[in-house]
């Protein structure tokens, strides 16, 4: 019989143990740490992806908004005469029973700053794998994984119960 207890695994390197080690250490938080995020554009914003949500609320699971989009009240420079709109978002956060208080908008900020400095956060599902997933998933100081969301990849579902 082999004795695996001498047996050494050495999984330093893949992305699947930096983002188990980030769970790991995660400071838990007073909700229960059940705080899950999803970008809005591209991503909650799909009829899908608002399903997933609504049974995730319905387990138990805090719901959260974090879009790199301006807030209405956004005093910044923008393009001659560019409104900020919100409207749809704040309706499916209505839809979804997100209050208000749960939207964080980045003003272009990036997700993986916004998460360093927000950790309490169990999971982030966004559709921009270059600008926010990976930059957020190769970050070592950023503690919050993410999984990417396309309607061409079916597995997002699955991996985002990994982090649940």
Known sequence: MTDYSK????????????????MKNKPKNSLGDKNVSFDYDDTLEKEEVI????KLREQGY?????????????????????????SAVFKVAERLGIPK??????SFEPKRKFFIKNPNY?????DSFFGQVNDMN?????????????????????????YL
């Open 101 to 106: 208080e749960q939207i964080n908008f980045l």
């Open 51 to 54: 399903e997933y949500a609504s």
């Open 122 to 126: 169990l999971v982030h599902l966004d």
């Open 138 to 162: 190769s970050c070592e100081e950023c503690p919050v994984p993410a999984v990417w969301y396309d309607f061409n990849y079916s597995r997002w579902q699955e991996k985002m119960s990994e």
């Open 62 to 86: 805090n719901l959260w908004i974090t879009t790199a989009r301006y807030p209405e009240d956004y005093k910044g420079n923008l393009y001659a005469n560019q409104k900020i709109d919100n």
């Open 7 to 22: 047996f050494e695994w050495n999984f330093e390197d893949t992305r699947t143990y930096k983002a188990l080690m980030k």
